[in-house]
């Protein structure tokens, strides 16, 4: 049988990057088990918490799954629910921010290089 | 801004593969949008409803999002219910199964041949 798992079971980990406040993240799909095209993670901010306002040579997938949030750019501010979904191209501006009371939870995938 | 939809917002397809039973479909993020690397796709499977028993050369990534349903291979079968992660291998067999009352709806990611 294929790689099946609830979300939940896989481990909580704080990321490591400058800018990043009150963020744990689930690797649901990643290299160690065999994926060789993009990555599945699973974000979770808590109130009071943001992603850093940067830029990057590669794309996101966004899914919104629980609670409600905004996403910036430099310019322009949108508030997120769930179901909405972002493709933030390569080298786009973006930010995510909760400033609300409950847990932001979003699925965010990556490629990876070849 | 970047894309910024709800997933409401996406037309629903039917999908036209032979083997396809109550499924439709909505392109969250594809090569419409500028995606190079991988789409995302949610996929309605409605009660009675399954996708085909099937294998192919690519990989599946797939986040349950609500409803319940099994999964199959050629052998075993598993409930599924939501936040379930599935990684389907390239050539692995499989096959998801709505036999409850209620929509079942999950998103689906694919890698795009380069």
Request: hydrophobic fraction near 35%; charged fraction near 25%.
């Amino acid at each position: 049988m294929m790689k099946h798992v609830n979300y939940s079971e896989i481990d909580l980990e704080h990321p490591q990057e400058p800018g990043v406040k009150n963020i744990k993240v689930r690797w649901l799909i990643s290299k160690k088990d065999g994926a060789q095209n993009f990555a599945m993670r699973l974000f979770e901010i808590k109130p009071g918490g943001n992603s850093p306002l940067h830029q990057h040579d590669w794309e996101h997938e966004v899914f919104i799954l629980e609670g409600g949030g905004f996403v910036k750019d430099q310019t322009t501010e949108q508030p997120l629910q769930p179901g909405d979904v972002l493709f933030i191209k390569p080298m786009e501006w973006h930010q995510i921010i909760n400033r609300g009371s409950t847990t932001l939870k979003f699925l965010c995938l990556i490629p990876y290089q070849k």
